[in-house]
């Protein structure tokens, strides 16, 4: 595998532990990645299992199947990997020719070679063409054609409601101020606009001042939110009676979706509430199995900083 595709899987015991799968079950990694987790669940699937990977990304897609291929045959399940995006996923299960999955594994959130290739555009730390696309391959608008081509006042809901950033109108303000003079090409520019908007005051505390706003552009070139709503709920469709469904997010907005989803699949009556009696006859769909998401403990964290922010939400289909 390239070292580029060598990452530490977060919360992968809790993960593990949570999905429950057994010899024989159908798993989906619908974030495949360098397949830290899949590596893992392949040893509890066994070689009647089947294991089905999704990524957009065709060099994750190619380290992670060269470092399942070398698990030990026996005990390594059938493996199918698929090129596509999470919220295509019931196009995709279709492909695989499976009636119905045992458990399915979302690891959400822009993966670590990603933000370590400069080339990618994703990184605020190095200068790079502006582009944060998940598969340039397949997407036409990049970055630098949002950033050049938005209005302000899109610019500044994008960045707000993406990211809560409190400068968001000043930053859209000073990103169209500065593309009069020239087209915002790479991610040192955007950087330097970012800097210059956010006063200097602000700009000393709540970590990179361009962070935030790096994370909302890069939500709404890959339309991440919506993907991922449509991703959840296809899960759930294809979950077998009793089969589990782990969501690892990594920031408020992704995890309020997960959040809000099982909550609304896990309840017992949908009626107004000023009815006296329930009407509706509603069966839950979902058993929420956390309660409250499940961090990294602090070991994790001094090992792999960047599970710093994840939270994992587990749910078992009736």
Request: net charge neutral; glycine share 8%.
């Amino acid at each position: 595998m390239t070292d580029e595709y060598r990452h530490t899987p977060v919360l992968l015991a809790e993960c593990l532990e949570g999905l429950a799968l057994k010899p024989r079950h159908i798993f989906v990694d619908a974030t495949l990645g360098g397949a830290g987790h899949s590596c893992e669940a392949a040893g509890r699937l066994g070689a009647d299992g089947l294991l089905i990977g999704i990524d957009q990304d065709d060099a994750a897609l190619a380290a992670a199947g060269e470092r399942l291929r070398a698990l030990p045959e026996k005990k390594r399940p059938r493996i199918k990997l698929l090129k596509g995006n999470f919220g295509d996923l019931d196009e995709l299960l279709v492909r695989a020719q499976v009636p119905g999955i045992d458990g399915i594994l979302f690891d959400l959130g822009v993966s670590s070679p990603q933000l370590d290739v400069a080339s990618r555009g994703f990184s605020f730390r190095e200068d790079a063409p502006l582009d944060m696309r998940m598969d340039p391959g397949r997407q036409t608008r990049n970055a630098a054609e949002l950033v050049n081509s938005a209005t302000e006042s899109e610019l500044a809901r994008i960045i707000f409601e993406n990211s809560d950033e409190k400068w968001a109108r000043r930053i859209a303000q000073f990103i169209v101020a500065a593309r009069e003079d020239a087209p915002i090409e790479t991610t040192g520019q955007l950087v330097e606009i970012i800097k210059a908007a956010i006063p200097a005051s602000a700009r000393r505390r709540g970590g990179h001042p361009a962070k935030r706003t790096f994370q909302a552009l890069r939500i709404e070139v890959n339309s991440e939110l919506d993907a991922l709503k449509r991703g959840l709920e296809a899960a759930v469709r294809w979950l077998n009676p009793q089969g589990r469904i782990a969501v690892i997010s990594y920031h408020s907005l992704e995890d309020r979706i997960v959040k809000n989803l099982f909550a609304d699949l896990s309840r017992t009556c949908i009626c107004p509430p000023d009815l006296p009696v329930c009407v509706c006859g509603a069966d839950p769909v979902l058993k929420v199995m956390t309660r409250k998401p499940l961090l990294p403990a602090e070991g994790e964290i001094e090992g792999n900083p960047r599970a710093r922010s994840a939270k994992l939400r587990i749910a078992c289909r009736k």
